[in-house]
């Protein structure tokens, strides 16, 4: 029970930093942590700490605005500009090529499912990984208050919800998504992102599958 | 439970590293839920997803701006069609209005604004807040007005019809000079219908169906039966069928060739409406380049050697016609010292144009006989060369002299028949305002519009402004020559380009991109302090931003379309899916710039003409109606037998058909009920006013209320120049002619285009340069690829053809397998990725003729390099094929050399197709207007290529 509680609030934590990563350019201050080792000891996966170490030295490398900017327009080159280097988007994961495709539709059912939808309804696209990735924290978060609170039966529902969005969504492109990434930069801030994502998502998927399988 | 722990996260790093990301909050999601739906509320979600949603609006994917009707599901554009309510495409679509929503949901799409990091044309950005962008902008602009005045910014505005809110932007900052995409493009073109009838464009008479007035008062919508149609259609250098914007004259020219309509093609390749004419009683005449002006003078002389006419309609309705013919004919006894020959006969032309005497002769008679019929002229052929004017004033000629000009099935100016728009939305008076400057020491006051860098300056006449002098301009300076501040000089700092790439297309694409990379030698800054790109794709010019504002979608905006139909037309344009990402309206765009250049301490900016007034993009573009129709009560039949005759329309067609108005007998205004979005919304998104033929009794523009020989416009502009240094235009007459203009002419004119083998002043270059590059647009490919690169598998003309490298793109094709692998019986539409084989895809092709290609060793598919006049070079693949004549290379425009990877597959064919730009000289500027010479190239070909595996 405490090990469920504990390792939910890690992945909540963790799903909280993924989508800060993909949803917004790194801050000076998040790169210092980074710099910091504030991710040293994350996980034993070998790509996340792969991952983590390729990040922490990319941080230390960013010294001033310049390179500052140079690593915002690394984030606009694969994620926001024109014909996007890796569009962060699942449809077109999914044998879609536009924006809006079957996916935002499908997971916008999802968040709906769970009270929820994009903030800016209809003008993001809701497949976007980052927003992803905060529905998967914001079921963590539930679920950590339900362990906290009425035990493992209503945490139950929750975890089931959070493996059928892994197996649904997540968990089968954003594996491609981080390959793409490493394919497509030269940037080790990005390339430990990617690392990072993938030993996580690898590790989580099946942790939510033993989870299941009680 | 049993779950391995092993390799998983640790608690206390993720919390820490959760805490170095900060907000623990949702952000991209929200609680909020707007849908009227509960968790569980399965049903009622079910009908909110299912049902769909219907709106008009219409298309900019090309300017035709097609009515649309927009079905959309789950906030997203589901399936596009046709508006059966507007006449001017009649519920019909080309290839790319269905294909809307792949530009809208493009993932080329700008969502965020950005700023550069990297130097100009580096294409290396980062995303910023609009508050960010728009502190960067107001901070420059304000520094730079301070030292050098509003007068120092430039705003384009693009190719759109929805774009008076930049023009009040820019007009509210203090900047005389809004520009827009009609000056680089066929203002040659317009030149005869401006002067005559201040007009702008002349169309045969096509547009069916359209609203008549009946002799019983009723109004009745008339189509291709009940109405006269042209007998004969001569275009010269304009291919209605796959290359303009003027959507019903396709379908128009196929009825009327049906009901025996002879049309004459007159271009140097067989594009698709000379092959249609061919195939239908028409003829194809493959004329020499250039030369259109010395076929028509043919034309003109036959018809008035012959009497052929209308005396009775020429005393009636014409002013100037005795100066005009008597100056034409100073020439008929010349003798051309360039082949011995009389101007302006039959031989004298046969000789020029390379056409046979006997045919030339035969279309003079077949115009000079029969009635109705029209000339029209082109964009490329005629509206694209130095020379264009000549042609253009030429075919205007003839239409009057023939009596054509808006008799039924004759010839119609769409643009006197087009509704007027804009009124003070526009900020026209913003240019009236006063502002003080120091000339020479001296404190002088004036206008606004008087510090104007074109009409005040190097262009006095430059009526459509002098877009592709922009980057000279903007190296060298502007030094004021006419008006109260005559001597004053300032510079160019500030550029806006919003919807445009003029460094693809206005001019040669090297002078733009020498503007953007030269820097102060002072300083070390850039030249031009500030360029900003509102768009809502990544285009080449965009590259060369220092910011870049996301502009939303056509499906995303509001306007009113009224683009060149043949009666008063007002189509509506509202959003019918939300602004991607952060994307905002014109509107919306106009009042955040302003208020960002108030709160940075602008004063010339009231926040009552802008966002305080504008709270809705509503009231801004009902505010564009006012004026609208703005057409007069005049006409055969009259629109509005219960109206006064002569009068100005103004309001609904459904309050002035019941006569609910009132009558402003001293101005002569009638005032119906205003016109509004909303009455839009409640009538299919359109509002149509009657047609009516012969208008010119009534509502000719110019000075005399008549057609004019003699033009009073330019005496006009003749009085300005009085007494001032002689235009920059004259003297680039003289450098590329030798022709010496003292003043702008008056009545007819001759001068022999430039880089031309009719032209012996440029025999030596013809000699080195044996081949005459020429362009013409496919649509298709023109505008399209970079979105939708389907639109790569239908060839047109000879321009657009299957000649690709092995490539892969995603493309629409039909599937009956759905992604998850099942089997859907009906099949669907559905994007997909594919490889393109050698051979499958069209790119931008140059066609050459087989003798010439004989000549240099060429076979279809070969690359060659070719090199113009002033060295410059660029690579194409070729067609071999007989719909070119010999000498001649044509290339698509802006089809080819693409290199914002923006474009999509256009971008990855730039190594073997031409950006053909490369080859203009931007020196080349017309007389008048200061429009590029685009198609006035000499080149030769430098080098073949011949494909192997490793290139295939």
Known sequence: MNELLEMTEARMHVYNMLRNIFANEPTMKVLKSLSNGVLKDLSENEDVKEGVEKMAEASREIKNTRDLDELHAEFARLFLMGKMAVPPYESLYKGGKTLMGDAAVAVRKEYLEEGLQVEKLYQEPDDHIATEFEFMFFLCKKTVAALKKSGEKKAGAFLAKQRDFMETHLGNWAPQFCDKILDSTNSDFYRGAALLTKGFIEEDSRFLKEAGEK | ?952
């Not at chain 2, 262009?459 to 459509?464: F, N, R, V």
């Not at chain 2, 991109?513 to 070390?524: C, F, I, L, S």
């Not at chain 2, 509001?558 to 952060?582: F, H, N, Q, T």
């Not at chain 2, 919306?588 to 966002?611: C, Q, R, S, V």
Request: proline share 6%; glycine share 10%.
């Open chain 2, 1 to 952: 439970m049993k779950i391995s722990r092993r390799n998983f996260v640790k608690l206390s790093a993720a919390t820490a590293a959760a805490a170095a990301f900060g907000a623990q909050s949702l952000s991209a999601l929200t609680d909020k839920v707007n849908l009227d739906l509960q968790s569980g509320e399965e049903q009622e979600l079910e009908d909110k997803f299912s049902g769909y949603d219907v709106k008009y609006t219409y298309d900019s994917y090309c300017p035709s701006e097609c009515g649309l009707e927009v079905w959309t599901k789950d906030g997203k554009v589901e399936k596009i069609y046709g508006n059966y309510a507007d006449p001017y495409n009649h519920g019909k679509m080309c290839g790319k209005g269905p294909l809307g929503a792949g530009l809208a949901y493009s993932l080329g799409r700008i969502k965020y604004p950005m700023m550069r990091v990297g130097a100009r044309g580096e294409g290396k950005f980062k995303r910023v807040s609009w508050d960010e962008a728009l502190d960067h902008i107001a901070t420059k602009i304000v520094d730079i007005k301070k030292k050098h005045g509003g007068e120092s910014i430039i705003v384009d505005t693009g190719d759109m019809t929805d774009t008076p809110p930049y023009y009040r932007m820019g007009r509210g900052m203090g900047a005389p000079h809004i520009t827009e995409h009609g000056s680089i493009c066929d203002t040659p073109r317009r030149f005869g219908p401006r002067v005559f009838i201040d007009g702008k464009r002349w169309e045969p008479d096509l547009m069916r169906p359209t609203l008549v007035r009946q002799s019983d008062g009723s109004l009745k919508e008339m189509g291709y039966d009940d109405l006269p149609l042209p007998k004969y259609i001569m275009y010269v250098g304009w291919n209605p069928f796959t290359a303009t914007r003027i959507h019903y004259e396709s379908r128009g020219t196929v009825t009327a060739q049906i009901k025996g309509c002879k049309v004459i093609v007159v271009d140097p390749a067989m594009c698709t409406t000379a092959a249609q004419a061919t195939a239908n009683g028409g003829m194809w005449v493959p004329i020499l380049p250039g030369t259109d002006n010395h076929f028509l003078a043919a034309i003109l002389r036959h018809i008035l050697e012959k009497g052929y006419e209308d005396k009775a309609f020429i005393d009636e309705y014409c002013t100037g016609v005795e100066e005009f013919t008597s100056a034409f004919k100073s020439y008929w006894d010349k003798t051309d010292s360039s082949n011995g020959m009389k101007y302006f006969t039959m031989e004298w032309a046969a000789d020029k144009t390379t056409l046979s005497k006997d045919k030339i002769v035969e279309i003079a008679e077949i115009i000079g006989t029969t009635k109705p019929g029209a000339i029209c002229w082109g964009m490329n052929g005629v509206g694209h060369r130095y020379a264009g004017y000549i042609a253009s004033m030429l075919g205007t000629a003839i239409n009057v002299v023939m009596g054509n000009f808006e008799a039924p099935g004759g010839t119609i100016d769409c643009n006197q028949v087009r509704i007027s728009k804009g009124g003070n939305a526009g900020g026209g008076f913003f240019n009236g305002r006063e502002v003080t400057r120091t000339v020479n020491g001296k404190p002088v006051t004036g206008k606004q519009k008087e510090l104007h860098m074109d009409e005040m300056s190097d262009w006095p006449a430059g009526w459509y402004d002098v877009v592709g002098d922009h980057p000279r301009r903007i190296l060298e300076g502007i030094e004021i020559k006419y008006g109260p501040f005559k001597g004053y000089k300032y510079p160019i700092k500030a550029r806006f380009e919003i919807g445009g790439n003029t460094v693809i297309t206005g001019s040669a694409t090297w002078k733009w991109q020498e503007m953007y990379a030269a820097r102060d030698p002072e300083t070390g800054e850039y030249k031009l302090e500030l360029a900003v790109s509102i768009d809502s794709l990544l285009l080449e010019n965009a590259l060369y931003a220092d910011v870049i504002l996301p502009a939303a979608h056509y499906f995303e905006r509001y306007g009113i379309a009224d683009i060149y139909p043949s009666a008063p037309v007002a189509v509506m344009r509202e959003p019918v899916i939300k602004p991607l990402g952060e994307s905002k309206t014109q509107v919306e765009i106009m009042n955040a710039i302003t208020k960002a250049l108030y709160e940075h301490g602008d004063t010339d900016i009231d926040p009552n003409e802008f966002w305080l007034k504008y709270t809705h993009d509503d009231i801004f573009w009902n505010e564009v109606m006012e004026p609208t129709p703005g057409v007069k009560n005049v006409g055969e039949p009259l629109p509005y037998p219960n109206l006064p005759e002569g009068y100005k329309l103004l309001g609904t067609p459904d309050s002035l058909e019941a006569g609910r108005v009132t009558i402003d007998d001293e101005k002569k205004v009638i005032h119906g009920e205003p016109i509004t979005m909303d009455w839009l919304r409640k009538n299919q998104g359109v509002a149509v006013w009657p047609m009516a033929w012969r208008r010119y009794k009534q509502a000719v523009k110019t000075g005399s209320g008549k057609i004019e020989f003699v033009w009073s416009k330019l005496e006009e502009e003749n009085e300005k120049i009085k007494g001032g240094p002689r235009p920059y235009g004259f003297e680039l007459l003289e450098k590329y002619t030798g022709d010496v203009w003292d003043e702008y002419p008056t009545t007819f004119f001759w001068y022999e285009p430039p880089y031309n083998p009719a032209n012996p002043t440029y025999a030596a270059t013809t000699e080195k340069y044996p081949f005459q590059v020429i362009t013409a647009r496919v649509h298709q490919g023109m505008t399209a690829t970079y979105a939708n690169p389907q639109q790569g598998e239908t060839p047109c003309d000879s321009t657009w053809w299957p000649l690709n490298r092995e490539f892969e793109a995603e493309v629409a094709e039909w599937v009956t397998v759905g992604n998850d692998g099942s089997e859907m019986p009906k099949g669907e539409i559905k994007v997909v990725n594919k490889r393109f084989r050698r051979g499958t895809y069209c790119v931008a092709t140059c066609s050459m003729n087989p003798d010439d290609a004989k000549a240099y060793g060429v076979v279809t598919g070969d690359v060659v390099t070719i090199e113009n006049m002033l060295g410059k070079t660029q690579k194409n693949v070729v067609l071999v094929t007989h719909t070119i004549r010999p000498g001649v290379l044509k290339l698509p425009f802006g089809a080819g050399g693409r290199f914002s990877p923006g474009v999509g597959t256009t971008y990855q064919q730039r190594d073997y197709t031409a950006n053909v730009n490369e080859f203009v000289d931007p020196n080349l500027l017309t007389p008048i207007f200061g429009f590029p010479g685009y198609l006035d190239i000499q080149a030769r070909i430098v080098a073949v290529e011949k494909p192997t595996f490793a290139t295939i």
